[in-house]
């Protein structure tokens, strides 16, 4: 298994910045950007349902979502 991290704080760009999407664009994306892509789950606030979008709650959400996703993908496997 690899991870990659990045901090984004000292990024001379970006100084912690949060993702910013234009109008319509996540209710366009938002599904997709929720599925697995193979072994990789995707989690952060930017994948968060609209209420929590921005939030730490939304990255906890999401993060609890992916995690649900890999467990039923688990145990699909052990039937």
Known sequence: MACRSYDWNTDRW???GYC????????RFNPHLTL???RV????EHTAP???RGY??????????AAQ???NI????EE
């Open 36 to 38: 697995p892509g193979g």
């Open 56 to 65: 730490m709650e939304g990255a906890v959400r999401s993060g609890i979502r």
């Open 14 to 16: 970006a100084k912690g």
């Open 74 to 77: 688990g145990a699909r496997s």
């Open 50 to 52: 609209v209420e929590y």
């Open 20 to 27: 910013y999407f234009a109008p319509g664009q996540l209710d």
């Open 41 to 44: 789950f995707f989690a952060g």
């Open 69 to 71: 996703q890999i467990l």
